[in-house]
């Protein structure tokens, strides 16, 4: 038993690096998202062309029908990104420092569901910037009253 034990441990690498790797690598990942997220919000609210482009902003149907509309779209996207990014990070942040010394299957599984619920709530919040828009601007560009 013990020449197999030898032999198992010359034929198989150690895995342990490889292991700490795929650990870091999820919280990587738990912490983009929301840092991308947090990114894009600052950059539609401080640094997005003033008026409707092609290249770069939070283009909506509604949102490019004016210059007013425009502007008032990329103001909420970057207040709803940037504070869902915001808020978001923290929250991973702090779920990746609780969960620091959990085994990788497990380490995993958080990491899903913490990529699913950044999903979701991003999807909420493409959801919740086309109604408003939808509500206060109409096909035109004109505000409704």
Not at 9 to 28: H, T, Y
Not at 44 to 58: D, I, S
Request: glycine share 8%; proline share 3%.
């Amino acid at each position: 038993m013990d020449a197999l034990t030898e032999l198992m441990d010359k034929v198989v690498p150690d895995l342990e690096p490889m292991l700490a790797f795929v650990s870091i690598a999820l919280k990587v990942l738990i912490v983009a998202g929301p840092a991308v997220m947090l990114l894009l919000g600052l950059y539609y609210l401080l640094l997005a062309p003033r008026e409707a482009t092609h290249r770069t902003g939070y283009r909506t149907f509604y949102g490019m029908g004016s210059v007013e509309a425009w502007r008032f779209t990329q103001k909420l996207a970057g207040f709803v990104w940037g504070g869902l990014g915001l808020g978001l990070t923290v929250a991973m942040i702090i779920v990746c420092s609780v969960n620091a010394g959990k085994p990788l299957e497990e380490m995993l599984a958080i990491s899903m569901t913490c990529i699913l619920v950044e999903l979701g709530l991003i999807v909420l919040a493409l959801l919740a910037v086309e109604l408003v828009v939808v509500i206060m601007y109409d096909r035109d560009g004109y505000r409704r009253r």
